[in-house]
């Protein structure tokens, strides 16, 4: 196997990466674009390491009641079977006491040859106590405490391990999200030592870990960001390093944001709407924007990795040639998707017995479910619906996605749309992950998306199915504001983009509405009489989204802009 790049320059920070279907170190559209980064990033050639926690137990395994009510249990995997354990043990001082942590290590391929290394941090070592063997157990499990220690873990047991690694001399530490953000503490304290008094920091040792730091905030909303109580940082980080980060302490809380855009250079959003959001919350900090991808050869479904290499040859290397597929003929399109579409059905009926027809309508909608996210609003009107599906042509609906444990209204959303099964013909399938990802993108009709705006950071679902040639029927929000071309990428729900942060029910109506007059009035007429306008528009799907919202443009994005690795950049980025 491909060695690790000793020489990497950026390390990359994420709390979550999804980096196989079997290794629960994920638990949404987060960890999937930090794992999609470290493909494109092995693809290209990029000198980087990942940095993220083991999660033994994962983030929960989802369980469905004849109900559609969630249980979780935690998941059972064999780390041995996907990492390396590394030998170096580094210490964390959490609440006065050394916490022990080791690494393991999964390597990533990329095309070029090149492998990234992603080093998992565990504290499950007999030498810490009972409590502390759990620290690196669940994905956002517990409550506050248990939260601070595990963001102690990986900003600062990060730091020291990359250190014990022999990566010592990064040019660039990238913090995807906020909850890296006790690097920026970790690399003030290696360049003062113990010499702060009263939490003072000089300028220059700011403005140096300034120049080291790249911030990637995912969050839109203020309630989003993690702030912990100043008195439970005080007793889990100490008086010395609280003090530090005195500067950042907001209303009472320490606020993880505030300090990652007090610590980086460079800062940005994941859509261009969501930077305009974010600096109106932050207006004291530029605030750019870099659009998320997906990365293409991933999520790409077989059909359709093979239609691209057989008329698009280049397209695994540059995935600005899928703007090429335009020229490819609508029969084979057709062909891919209805190869991936029987995958799809086959597999809803193998696991639901929901009866799917492969030549009706079908809409998919998968994502973390969570209010408002919205993914019950296409039931506003279910007559409405069954009319719909009377006149013009059946319906199906495919839905998925976990909501956290402790989201009572996220679960019964998800109990919501289980209970639509005996008016229409709707389908949930548990234990949403990449694998059941894979399968619903490319395999839908169509990707329904309907968040309450501005709420929609970027979302990445949607770039998935363009990469198989689906369309999006979506709310204007997030990346599909840059994506939308109103009957050529798809359709919107509503016709401009709402600023609205109150989950009206005014709003709630008006969308519901928006929604089935553009599926009375062009999707479904689109689909069931004008076949070949539907292909017309899948052409254009992969052509203008497929090539752009990809994380080859995105990292390419990230050299020049955010890492200003420029003499290092790859053909094509």
């Known amino acids: 196997m491909t060695q690790p790049n000793r020489n990497a320059r950026v390390a990359y920070f994420s709390m979550e990466i999804g980096l196989n279907p079997l290794m629960p170190t994920y638990a949404g559209g987060l960890g999937v674009l930090a794992g999609d980064t470290i493909r494109s990033a092995a693809d290209l050639g990029v000198p980087m390491v990942g940095v993220t926690l083991l999660h033994r137990r994962g983030y929960f395994y989802q369980r469905l009641d004849r109900t559609g009510w969630q249980s979780e249990e935690p998941v059972a995997w064999a780390v041995n079977d996907f990492a390396e354990a590394l030998e170096p043990r580094v210490s964390v001082e959490i609440e006065g006491r050394s916490v022990q942590i080791r690494a393991w290590r999964h390597l990533v391929s990329g095309m ?54 022999g990566h010592g001399h990064m040019f660039r530490f990238h913090l995807n ?106 207006p004291g900090y530029p605030i750019h924007s870099i659009t998320n991808g997906v990365h293409a050869v991933s999520w790409a479904a077989p059909p359709f990795q093979n239609l691209y290499d057989r008329h698009l040859p280049d397209w695994r290397n540059d995935q600005l040639s899928l703007r090429y597929a335009i020229s490819i003929p609508g029969t084979e399109i057709w062909a891919a998707h209805r190869e991936a579409k029987l995958v799809l059905v086959d597999e809803v009926n193998r696991e639901t017995n929901a009866g ?35 006149t013009i042509g059946p319906l199906q609906f495919v839905f998925a996605g976990k909501a956290h444990p402790q989201d009572q209204a996220g679960k019964e959303m998800i109990r919501r749309i289980y209970g639509m099964r005996g008016q229409l013909s709707v389908a949930y399938l548990p234990n949403y992950d990449m694998t059941l990802a894979r399968l619903l993108c490319a395999g839908v009709d169509v990707w329904l998306n309907t968040p309450l705006p501005p709420m929609e950071a970027s979302g990445t679902s949607g770039m998935k199915a363009a990469m198989n040639g689906v369309p999006s029927l979506s709310v204007l929000d997030g990346w599909w504001i840059e994506g939308h071309i109103e009957g050529v990428t798809g359709w919107s729900i509503g016709d401009k ?20 007059d553009k599926l009375e009035q062009k999707v479904m007429p689109c689909f069931y009489r004008e076949r070949e306008g539907f292909i017309d528009i899948m052409k254009h799907t992969i052509a203008i989204n497929g090539a752009f919202f990809n994380t080859q443009r995105m990292v390419g994005q990230y050299l020049r802009n955010a890492y200003r690795l420029v003499d290092q950049a790859v053909n094509g980025a």
Request: net charge negative; aromatic share 8%; glycine share 8%.
């Open 112 to 165: 070029s040859g090149q492998t990234v290394p992603v080093y998992l941090l565990d504290t499950d070592l007999p030498e810490n106590s009972p409590w502390d063997r759990t620290i690196t157990d669940f994905l956002y499990g517990g409550d506050s405490h248990y939260r601070l220690c595990q963001e102690m873990v990986l900003g600062f047991g990060g730091f020291a391990m990359l250190r014990a690694l």
């Open 177 to 282: 999200e906020g909850h890296a953000a006790l690097l920026v503490l970790a690399l003030i304290e290696a360049a003062i030592g113990t010499d702060a008094r009263n939490g003072e920091v000089p300028p220059e040792v700011i403005e140096g870990v300034r120049e080291q730091c790249v911030f990637t905030t995912h969050t839109p909303v203020p309630a989003g960001h993690d702030q912990f109580p100043v008195e439970l940082a005080r007793q889990v980080l100490g008086t010395r390093r609280c003090d530090l980060a005195q500067a950042c302490q907001h209303q009472g809380a320490l606020n993880m944001t505030l300090l990652a855009l007090r610590g980086s250079r460079f800062v940005n959003g994941v859509a261009m709407r969501h930077g305009e959001v974010s600096h109106s919350l932050y």
């Open 356 to 390: 799917f027809d492969r030549d009706v309508l079908t809409i998919g909608f998968a994502r973390r479910a969570t209010a408002y996210k919205r993914g019950a609003l296409v039931f506003h009107d279910v007559e409405r619906l069954q009319r719909l599906a009377n």
């Open 497 to 516: 983009v709402e600023t609205c942060l109150t989950p009206a029910p005014e709003m709630e109506a008006c969308h519901a509405a928006a929604l089935y």
